[in-house]
């Protein structure tokens, strides 16, 4: 009888996947959350809570599974990275958000991917495929579709405070990139809340003593727990185990979900309309970003 070589289990991926469907449906509802919950905690001031607390469950986690120290060298880049990633970017998101609707925050910052891509395209002096430039080109024409012309409680000017919060966070990918290979990402991403929670310090404290605060409401207290715990701490600790089982090409494809889930939360818990610029701006948002996002053998998009 001819031996047989033992195979070795192929992992299960239901869990990982599990915890990846989790990340995308909290961060997908945490536009209408932070839409609730900025009317009544100020925008700078809400993204302090949302990360000191998120820093706080973070910390015994990542000092318990990593002690590597961050070098001298690197600790501007670090500050930089926590400014730019928390306190600009949710900065802008948030202040947005007060005068837009989720629905609408949603899909501006579902366009982040391209034009992170486009610029990395300009860095490299290259021209994008010709796929890469339709989806671009389909996701603008989705924007222009919904910036100012959402109905409902949609402005001008909150749409163009979200759209702030985009090339903050391509700014932050670029800045990002030496450190991620160099450093235990629990331990990363620890030090970029701490940093984001001292950052956004002055501006809340600038909140409360010009701007009234009347006591919030319990559901408001619940928005903080919400994207403190379940968006910032919990979220990123289970996509970041998802990740290295799924792999990055299904992850990817994973996060086109969370704009359609911000849209679907609008309506449902806020009661944002649905307007044909939504339905229309957002499938050309959605198409592009996934048209764009089609590789050939591997290739980079430019």
């Not at 499938?283 to 592009?288: C, D, K, W």
Request: hydrophobic share 55%; net charge positive.
């Amino acid at each position: 009888m001819a031996s047989q070589t033992p195979q070795t289990p192929v992992p299960s991926r239901g869990r990982p996947l599990f915890y990846a469907l989790f990340a995308v449906l909290v961060w997908g509802c945490s536009y209408a959350v932070t839409r609730a919950t900025v009317q009544e905690i100020p925008p700078f001031t809400l993204a302090f809570l949302r990360f000191a607390l998120a820093t706080l469950l973070v910390w015994p986690l990542a000092r318990r599974r990593s002690r590597v120290a961050i070098a001298p060298e690197d600790r501007r880049s670090l500050f930089l990275l926590g400014f730019t990633g928390v306190t600009l970017y949710f900065g802008f998101e948030n202040l947005g958000l007060k005068f837009t609707t989720a629905s609408h925050g949603a899909l501006i910052i579902a366009t982040i991917p391209l034009f992170t891509e486009a610029a990395r395209a300009l860095r490299h002096r290259r021209l994008p495929r010709p796929l890469f430039l339709t989806g671009l080109l389909s996701a603008f024409a989705g924007v222009v579709l919904i910036v100012g012309h959402g109905g409902g409680n949609a402005t001008l000017t909150g749409d163009l405070l979200v759209f702030g919060a985009v090339p903050t966070w391509v700014w932050y990918t670029f800045l990002a990139k030496r450190l991620v290979v160099r450093y235990p990402n629990l331990l990363l991403t620890l030090r970029i809340m701490a940093v984001g929670t001292l950052t956004l310090l002055p501006a809340a404290l600038a909140e409360a003593l010009f701007l009234p605060l009347p006591l919030p409401s319990l559901e408001a207290w619940g928005g903080v727990v919400f994207l403190g715990v379940l968006c910032s701490a919990l979220g990123f600790h289970l996509w970041n185990q998802a990740l290295p089982a799924l792999g990055v090409a299904l992850t990817n494809n994973l996060l086109n979900g969370i704009p359609l889930v911000g849209v679907l939360a609008g309506v449902i818990a806020l009661g944002e309309p649905l307007t044909a610029n939504i339905l229309f701006g957002g499938a050309l948002i959605v198409g592009g970003v996934v048209l764009a996002s089609v590789r050939h053998g591997g290739d980079e998009p430019y």
